[in-house]
Every structure is written in C-alpha cells, then in structure tokens.
C-alpha cells in the first residue's frame, strides 16, 4: 500500500489491522535527535513519541495527512521519520505579490502542513 505523506517519511512498517481511535497522545523521550518522531498507530492507541516539540508537531502532522487519505480507519503502522535538512524554508513576498493577511496565513498553514520550519 502506497501512503501519500509528503514529505515521505525515512521509514514504513504496516502491521495488521485498523485503527478507528480519534485521539493520540504525546511522548516527549529525549535523544531521538532534533525534530524527529515515531508515530505508531495500533486498534487501540496513537502515540507521537519525539524528543521536541518540533518532533511531535511533525508527528501530528503526519496523522492528520494519513487522516484525509484514510477518513474512515487508519492502517495498522510505525513510522519513523526525521527531517533530512535542519533548514526546510518557504518563501513568501507579501510586499511583491501583493497577499492578503488571510492569504499570508493559509500559505503559512500549508507550510506547516507539508513540515517546513523556516
């Protein structure tokens, strides 16, 4: 089964079964390296495990790609991922494209989205 992240993450491993849980929980375990995450969907729990913030950021948003290409049940999986550059940037000239406030925040929003940090 091919999933639809992007970026796409360092590692996959689907196991079996479905996950139809709403919520996840956050664990915060130092010396995963900077901004990294595991995400690990079971029948019964979704955990976001990071040693940042950053880190579980990624990590929700990760989930929430997998739930607009899933919106019924989640597949069974672990995914690990950390970024492959500190510096993941988008560029933005409110001043030459002319942009609206609202316009600003929607392109920061799919930033944050697709995990650009800069």
């Excluded at 955990?47 to 919106?71: K, N, Y």
């Excluded at 672990?78 to 942009?99: G, K, N």
Aim: proline share 6%; hydrophobic share 40%; aromatic share 6%.
């Amino acid at each position: 089964m091919q999933l639809n992240l992007i970026p796409y993450p360092n590692s996959v491993t689907f196991l079996e079964g479905t996950s139809s849980v709403k919520t996840s929980r956050h664990i915060l375990q130092p010396g995963m390296g900077e901004e990294a995450y595991r995400l690990d969907i079971t029948a019964d729990d979704i955990t976001v495990t990071a040693s940042d913030a950053r880190g579980i950021l990624w990590g929700e948003r990760t989930l929430q790609q997998l739930r607009r290409q899933f919106p019924e049940a989640l597949p069974c999986l672990e995914i690990t991922d950390a970024p492959a550059y500190p510096l993941r940037s988008i560029h933005m000239d409110s001043a030459r494209h002319m942009l609206s406030m609202d316009a600003m925040k929607k392109m920061a929003e799919a930033a944050s989205y697709f995990k650009i940090n800069t």
